[in-house]
């Protein structure tokens, strides 16, 4: 792997015929088998079924020979297996994270199914009220002031 484009906006909305990250797809073509990351189908994650090209080539030779460059990548700087298990929770964790789903004009809520919630922060090891606070508030402290005020949807 020679070439690598890192644009974070790129992770929650691709323009029409745009791929997201190639690691995603990736990571469907084999890259995490064995790991208890609940992948499943790649069509029911949010940041990369709008394009239907890009996950009809996941069984192609062309991801798998990706996947194989990666696991080998991987391997060569050194990477233990804890830490590929890290790197794929971690990953995963963002695919689930764009599942969760928000509603309120005023105040943006979480409404989206308890075992998305539940997922991700299994993917991240975190719980889920520092999850839901981060998604729905920002809290500032100035001069040891604390402020909080609610996302709007």
Known sequence: MKEYLLE?????????GERNFHVFYI?????????DIALGDPNDFR????????????????????????????????????EKD??????A????????QFNGEDQANICSDKG?????CDMFGIDQTSLE?????SVMI??????ERAYKE
């Open 8 to 16: 974070k906006s790129r992770v929650v909305n691709q323009q029409d």
């Open 142 to 147: 100035i001069r040891g002031e604390e402020t």
């Open 27 to 35: 990571m469907f073509a084999g890259l995490c088998n064995g790991r």
């Open 116 to 120: 998305v919630m539940e997922t991700v």
């Open 47 to 82: 940041y990369i079924d709008s394009n239907p090209e890009a996950i009809a080539d996941i069984p192609t030779a062309h991801y798998q020979n990706w996947r194989k460059e990666m696991q080998d990548c991987l391997d060569i700087v050194g990477f233990t297996e804890a």
């Open 93 to 100: 964790g963002i695919l689930h994270l764009g599942n969760i």
């Open 133 to 137: 606070l981060s998604l729905t508030k």
């Open 86 to 91: 890290n790197l794929y929770s971690t990953l």
